[in-house]
């Protein structure tokens, strides 16, 4: 083996050699031996420069966690191992960074890895690109269809037990951020005969059974289905129900799980179900022979339960279904017949119905995925588009299927040798490189041979399926030999070239494909590029209930999508697949099934050529889906077939290597000291200097505008070489270097650490020295203070001793100088002097300290300081004075009203104190004056202009005493500055004024009673008031009324009249005297004290007092005696 193990790897840890390009020497043995050497250890991708070979390790690898993703997550593609990380990393880059839209040519066989490839590349894709809630939902939603669709379009094969049965092209779009924002998927040619037939060991598409293992039982029932895959026939056929790599129960969750999230409702979900499960009761019924009146065979349908359980799920009736499945309508020249159908021809009605509604549910599946993914809003989209077909078939037997996968292969086999040698040569060119031209292996002629317009394979069963007359697969292969024998890629026994060759049966054709020989037996060809319905049923589909089935089966314009007319094609009863509403009449022929496939796979290259291409070959490395099995005949094949080798060789044509400078300066700068550690001037310089620094001669290498071009392996491999001894070297003088840096830097901390520590040790060991010495200064200078201090107390001690000896010296002096002077100076007539001396001294002391203790200025405070009985004279003097000055200040505090009324009080004190019973307790009333707020009184105010009593003093109801016979009667009695005025309360009418001026007396009792007695001055001028004598009121407010009056009257005649307290008075009436008596009665508890009873005979007044009680009654001879008093009591 040529491989140079270990030196060849670009990578550390590499087997073999991770690019194809770099094989030295280049065969085919090489390439597979590298593939297997990388294979058995896990090294499942192998570049052929951008072109990444992924062999299917049929096992799990830890190459797919979160970590792998961000380590290949925007790195250069040969940073790293090779990985389909990679190659979607750079697509994605590409189309972010540059705008270029890209597209991932999944291509290899079944079974090869290419679903799960594009999966991974989903995966990364949405991994790298942006979050947020609207993207996450697309990415989910994107991931989400892989589920979906992998349950309707894949089935267990042969040769893989997940093997898509369709053709998958997604395009996945994104903004100018980068962040998927949407999607659209194309799907292409489903296997829809597996609906109705499998091979032995084959399953039926996934969808049947997870439904059945999967739905809960009341799902089942409602589709009438029971768990039992042995109870329908398309699943019971093949002999094989159950793969042990599928949970169908758990994937029957992900499915609907991932249809919920796609945005499928409830009922949309369910009514897909319930077609699947019409079609396992279509495939159910069973047809029994029926002769007909005419002769001829019929059918009828056996299966009436089947048939009813039909019908209800798509809710048709039983009739008009039995009629559509075992009847067909013919129509001649305008007449419609009506033929009866054979158990034969009945039986591939039902199938082909089966096949129609399981590709049309998938159509709409898929377009229905389309709907909920595709972009929302006008968005500016960049592409990248994800093609996982199917890959090259040979079967023992191969058919119309496998002829078209093959066809759609050639093209994609023929777009890969035309973008990778247009990309080659573009590079060269662009580079200013002389391009080679290397020989390889155009398959555009088998393209041409299968595709080409009237004369390929395609055109010539089209031409046969349209032909009037008998039409057969026969005479299709008559058709192809009489066209195509010349073709040097087309072999068939009707050919003279072939007609011995035994290994090509009769009824088949030979096609040298690109990646091998197949021979295609032509049975079903013409039948199946026809694709043709019964017109009958698809009617029937049309009409049922069933709003999902109805929409399969859609009024559409059959103009706009085909070109042959009816006539052209009839009389033939059926109509194609893809046929719309039976009652639009259809006159036109549809598309045949291989031209609508080469419709598509033109419109396919069409889309990717616009497209950036990256390409992932897979490869499958044995047929027993087994790990760690190296097949390496079937994987020599498969090389051969995907042209890796030319690919190879392609790549390596003019130059094996090639990179941008900078990367080539960045991964080998270390080999030339120039460029080592780091280049200043233009990277191609610094290239050119490493390349002269290793002597590499030119011949080996091309300099284009902005990339090295290495020639040989080789020379790659002497750099790489050089590189890793050069990396050891570095390595250890990093690691050197690294060493000493650490060492020095742990120096430092220490050589740091040690200063801060002995910094800190001198520091605390000063200050420690530093407070020792402090406190030794301080004792040392305490002890020179108390010292000094002592010293200082000694000196001043001495001197105070002197001068206290000095004043007792002085003293002795003194004194001795005094009694020297006494005799003859001072005795005689020191004592009064001392005497008059100490009685100054005593006064002063006394006065001094009756200044320092003054009681309070209150005139009700009694107390007064303590002397000595000295002064108790001039104390008691002074106390007088202090109490007359108190009491000034206490009235000079009032205002003139005050002072009035405190005159009032002073007066009725002068006057009642201790002579009349009632007045004890007027003393804490204030003398209100104005009890009836006469003030205010429209009236009184009225009346006293006239009488010119404006200024009011007293106010009050009183009652008035009938002298002549005791009794009382209420009158209004006011004083005023001028007059007492006795007025009707009633009337306000003035009945007596009387000036107070006229007043001469006023006598009251001292007993409880409220009677006081006004007595007039005898005036000869006759008036009224003269006439009638003296007045008699009673009133509560006795004592406030005399005060007034007598304060009044003092003020207006200078004489105060004689207030009399007596228990005997006289009085006047009318002219005639009167002697008033008041007496107290006994006490009578039901009279309250205070009331009189007043008794009239002749000339005596009588006035009975009801007592207080006996110890507050005021004897009548204390009060007698006091009666004899005048009051007469000046009021300052
Ligand atoms: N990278 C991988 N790692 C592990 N197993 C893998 C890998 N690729 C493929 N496989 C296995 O191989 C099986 C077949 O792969 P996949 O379905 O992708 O093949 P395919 O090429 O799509 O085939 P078909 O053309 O039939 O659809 C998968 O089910 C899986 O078990
Ligand atoms: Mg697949």
């Known amino acids: 083996m040529a491989l140079h193990k270990g030196t060849l790897a670009i990578f550390e840890n590499n087997v073999g050699v991770s690019d194809a390009v770099l094989l030295e020497p280049l065969t085919e043995t090489v390439f597979l031996e590298n593939l297997k050497e990388r294979f058995k250890h896990d090294q499942i991708y192998t570049y052929i420069g951008s072109v990444v070979v992924s062999v299917n390790p049929y096992t799990k690898l830890p190459l797919y966690t979160p970590a792998v993703i961000s380590e ?28 270029l839209d890209q597209c991932i040519i999944i291509s290899g066989e079944s079974g090869s890895g290419k679903t799960e490839a594009s999966k991974l590349i989903m995966q990364y894709i949405s991994e790298v690109s942006g979050k947020g809630q609207e993207i996450d939902r697309v990415k989910e939603q994107l991931l989400q269809s892989n589920p979906v669709l992998e349950a309707f379009g894949n089935a267990k094969t ?44 084959e399953r039926n598409f996934h969808v049947f059974y997870q439904l059945l293992a999967g739905a809960d039982i009341d799902t089942l029932k409602a589709l009438k289905l029971s768990r039992n895959h042995d109870n329908y026939e398309y699943l019971l056929r093949s002999g094989c129900s159950q793969v042990d790599s599928m949970n169908d129960k758990e994937n029957y969750r992900i499915t ?262 197949v021979t295609y037996h032509v049975t079903g060809f013409v039948e199946k590029n026809n694709d043709l319905l019964f017109r009958d049923l698809s009617r029937a589909m049309y009409s049922c209930g069933h709003p999902l089935l109805k929409k399969l089966f859609p009024e559409a314009s059959p103009e706009e999508v085909r070109g042959y007319t009816y006539q052209q094609w009839s009389p033939l009863p059926m109509l194609p697949d893809n046929e719309g509403n039976p009652e639009k009449k259809n006159r036109k022929r549809p598309a045949t099934a291989g031209s609508q496939f080469k419709l598509s796979v033109a419109e396919l290259m069409k889309n990717l050529q616009s497209k950036n291409p990256n390409y992932i070959r897979c490869i499958k490395p044995n047929d027993g889906k087994v790990a760690g099995v190296f097949d390496v005949h ?14 190879v060789r392609v790549r390596r044509a003019g130059y094996a290597f090639r990179q941008l400078y900078s990367q080539f300066l960045y991964r080998y700068k270390m080999l030339a000291p120039q460029t080592w550690p780091q280049w200043k001037g233009e990277p191609v310089d610094g290239v050119k200097v490493i ?54 830097k742990l120096y430092k901390k220490m050589k740091i650490s040690q200063i801060v520590i002995a910094s800190r040790f001198r520091c605390f060991w000063a200050r420690k020295c530093f407070l020792k010495k402090k406190k030794s200064a301080l004792i040392i200078e305490s002890y020179a203070r108390g010292m000094k201090a002592r010293k200082l107390l000694a000196q001043l001690r001495e001197e105070r001793r002197i001068y206290l000896a000095a004043i007792v010296i002085q003293k002795y002096a003194r004194g001795w100088r005094v009694r020297k002077n006494y005799r003859k100076l001072f005795r005689k007539n020191a004592a009064p002097k001392i005497i008059r001396y100490l009685r100054i001294a005593l006064r002063k002391r006394f006065l001094l300290r009756l200044r ?166 005898k005036q000869d001028n006759g008036d009224i008031l003269s006439k009638k004598g003296d007045f008699i009121f009673s009133s509560d407010h006795v004592i406030e009324i005399v005060s007034k009056a007598y304060l009044l009257i003092k003020n207006i005649s200078e004489k105060p009249p004689d207030v009399i307290i007596a228990t005997q008075f006289c009085a006047e009436f009318k002219g005639s005297n009167l002697e008033v008596t008041f007496k107290q009665t006994p006490i009578t508890p039901e009279l309250s004290p205070g009331a009189v009873r007043i008794q009239r005979k002749g000339s005596h007044f009588e006035v009975l007092v009801q007592p207080r009680s006996a110890q507050t009654s005021i004897s009548t001879d204390t009060l007698n005696g006091d009666s004899k008093q005048h009051a007469q009591v000046a009021v300052n």
């Open 72 to 99: 290949y997550r925007s790195r250069n593609m040969y940073e790293l191992p090779p990985h389909i990380y990679s190659i979607a990393d750079d697509a994605y880059r590409s189309l972010r960074d540059k705008n």
């Open 158 to 201: 042969h040769r893989n037990d997940n093997s898509s049965r369709f053709g998958k092209y997604m395009d996945i779009e994104f903004d100018f951020r980068g962040d998927p924002v949407g999607g659209v998927i194309t799907n292409y040619l489903l296997e829809k005969s597996r609906v109705a037939v499998q091979m032995n060991g």
């Open 256 to 517: 609907t799980k991932g249809m919920q999230i796609i945005g499928f409702q409830d009922e949309e979900i369910f009514s897909t179900f319930e077609l699947i499960a019409t079609i396992l009761k279509l495939g159910n019924l069973e047809f029994i022979h029926r002769g007909n009146l005419d002769g001829t065979d019929g059918c009828e349908i056996n299966s009436k339960y089947e048939m009813e359980d039909v019908c209800e799920l798509v809710d048709y009736p039983v009739d008009l279904m039995t009629a559509a499945l075992t009847q067909k309508s013919v129509e001649t020249r305008g007449d419609r017949v009506t033929v009866a159908l054979n158990t034969a021809d009945a039986t591939y009605a039902r199938d082909a119905l089966c096949k129609a509604i399981y590709s049309r549910l998938f159509s709409w599946l898929v377009s229905r995925i389309n709907d909920s993914i595709k972009v929302k809003g006008r968005v500016q989209t960049k592409v990248m588009g994800v093609l996982d077909i199917y890959g090259f078939e040979v079967f023992e037997r191969n058919g119309f299927e496998q002829f078209i996968i093959n066809y759609c292969n050639e093209n994609l086999q023929q777009l890969f040798i035309e973008l990778t040698l247009k990309e080659e040569q573009e590079e060269y060119v662009k580079e200013g490189i002389e391009w080679i031209h290397v020989e390889y292996f155009n398959n555009a002629v088998i393209c041409d041979l299968i595709e080409k317009n009237n004369v390929g394979i395609l055109a010539m069963l089209d031409e046969e399926c349209l032909r009037p007359g008998k039409v057969t697969d026969s005479t299709f292969l008559n058709k192809l030999n009489q066209t195509c024998c010349n073709h040097l890629h087309f072999e068939s026994r009707g050919c003279r070239k072939n007609q011995s060759d035994r290994s090509l049966p009769h009824d088949a054709f030979r096609l040298r494909h690109y990646a091998g020989n």
């Open 634 to 647: 079937l994987v020599k094949h498969q090389v051969r077939y995907l042209g890796l080798m030319e690919n």
């Open 691 to 744: 390349l002269s620094a290793l002597n590499i001669s030119k011949e080996e290498m091309a300099f284009g505008e902005t990339k090295i071009f290495i020639r040989n392996p080789r020379t790659l491999f002497d750099l790489e070489e050089r590189r890793r001894e050069r990396m050891h070297g570095l390595a250890v003088d990093i690691q050197k270097t690294w060493k000493g840096y650490r060492q020095q």
């Open 852 to 1017: 320092d203790n003054l009681p309070s200025e209150s005139p009700s405070f009694k107390d007064w300081p303590k002397c000595s009985w000295l002064y108790k004279e001039a104390s008691e003097e002074l106390r007088q004075i202090f109490h007359k000055w108190r009491c000034r200040n206490y009235r000079q505090k009032f205002n003139q009203s005050e002072q009035w009324s405190m005159q009032e009080k002073v007066a009725a004190s002068d006057l009642f104190k201790g002579r009349k019973a009632t007045y004890r307790r007027s003393v804490p009333h204030p003398f209100k004056g104005d009890y009836l707020n006469l003030q205010q009184n429209l009236k009184w105010k009225k009346l006293c202009e006239q009488t010119h009593d404006k200024y009011m003093v007293f106010a009050d109801i009183v009652m008035k005493i009938n002298r002549a016979n005791g009794k009382m009667v209420q009158q209004l009695f006011v004083i005023s500055t001028q007059a007492i005025l006795i007025i009707d309360h009633r009337t306000m009418s003035v009945k007596y004024r009387i000036p107070v001026s006229q007043i001469r007396s006023i006598s009251l009792s001292p007993f409880l009673d409220k009677l006081v007695f006004f007595h007039l001055k």
